[in-house]
């Protein structure tokens, strides 16, 4: 497959599992083009041991979870050295990657429903709310997912049952409240 | 329900149950309405979810992913510090400067117990009499427990002092002429030494021999915490140029190593005799007898011995001079580094220095009976400790004394 072809087929997919994962189009279109790049570079190497769709989803989660841990190191130092790093009043300037940004689909119908879910999504551990994304808009398997994170497949099955009760807890309050 | 048929239930909606637990849990969910409302809940938030639009790309995502390719842009580096490349390395090269560091720390100072010749040198004060160090050089081969039993010396009237191994007993060879040969009729007794002043005006005077206090004053004052910060080559060279000059005082003083089995005064620390006088007079010394030690020859020990041996009614007195002699310190400091030296039990005492020196006195289980202050000079007399005799180890051995540039006269009062 030529890189014009794999872009053509998978950006979007790339693009969108970003975007789930990191909840706001900013962060998702860099992470997007880091995750193609590496992908793009790595192409002439892909065996075709697995989908490679698969490929790319592995290719991206490994990129954002080094993004978060990246992210995570940066407000530990931001936050060590205070003004030196972040403002003069301490204020912290590195990026959440769980901002409460404006909601994806405030231009559809369903927008206020699709910003509670992504909401909810932003409030779950990275891990569960890869495993979500993965499982719930890929349909990535538990074996898929697994492998993807690092993860055994009883830890998958078992994280993914506790992220859907926290969802339903979380948005059970957000019906309430509205 | 259990938090195990609820995650059935998640894994159940995601087919990703053995068929064996699929049919079961089918079968309990006939049965349950409870099991089929949570069955329905887990539906319902993974709809909302999977319900979540699909997005196209951004307007101009692409534009911008190839800009980034035709610019060569490596993806954004997830590091924040070092590349993962360079972390071994780093990582390396720290463990091996905290390993340096915490070494360097924990290395144990070498030579930091110095040899006892040494230890009389590093000991002194700046006014400390030279005689000290003589009088430290006589007793070096009895310091130490380990040594303390074959070590002796020898007063003899040779003037040649052979070379002798460094850790070998010591044999004093006094002073030339008529001296030594009446020291060498002489009764044996088990010993006598001097404690000289620090005048070096003492009569006697080899030990106070000329070039020891010109050596003295051009050593650099050196003190244990100097000698452990000086690298290995200066303390060995150090260490050289200290046993050369107290080999060159020995020699002076007529020393050389006694043969095993003819040390006087055998099972004691005290300095020997080869053919040791009779007992002198000792107590209550007699002012005469010191001064005409002081006129006597050149040795002071030597003196020492042929003045009381010449006195008759000296030779029936219960005393006589100590030739273990003692070491007098003007500082807590080298009193506390020769009180480990000589193996003393405990911690030395405290004195005032400020106002008086220390004497040790050397053999373990003696007492010192008193310190006389005299005209020429101070007397310390002390005596062995009888078997069931109580003691305090660090009193009876340690006493102080005016600072004084008096000869300084040790005793040994015991019964013989």
Redesign the interface.
Known sequence: MSEQEFLQQHAVLVYNLALRLTGNRADAEDLAQDALLRAVRALPGFRGDSLLSTWAYRITVNAWKNRVRAEKRRKFWSTVTLGLVSGADGEETVHDIKADEPALDARLETAERSASVQKALLQLDDDDRAIVVLRELEERSYDEIGEMLGLGQGTVKSRLFRARAKLKTLLTKTAAAS | MT?ET??E???YI?N?LPENERRDLESRLAASAELRGALE??R???R???????????PG??V??QA??ARG????????FLPPAARPVVGALSFGVIALMIWSRVQPAQEQFLHPDEAARVAAPGNAPVSQLDLHGMISGTAGPASSDAKSLEIAGAAQAPERPRDKDAVLEGGAGAAADEMKASAKISGVSAVRGANGRAAGAPIAAPAAPAAAAAEPQLTDRTRTTMSEEERSARNEQLFAQLEGQKKEMGMRVLPKGEEAGAGTNFLGLREPPAAPAIRAPVPSLLKAKKKSGALADTASVNSLAAKPAAASAAGRLAPDAGLVFGDAGSLASSWVLLGLPGDPPSFDFSNGRVVVIKPSSTKILSVTPGADSVQVVFRTLEPDEASDPAKDRVAPLPSSPKTVLIYDASPR
């Open positions: 938090d609820r995650e239930l998640s894994a995601d990703a809940d887990l319902a938030v993974s909302a979810v999977r319900d979540l639009p699909k997005e196209p790309l951004p995502f692409m911008r992913f980034r390719r842009d490596a993806p954004r580096a997830d590091w924040v």
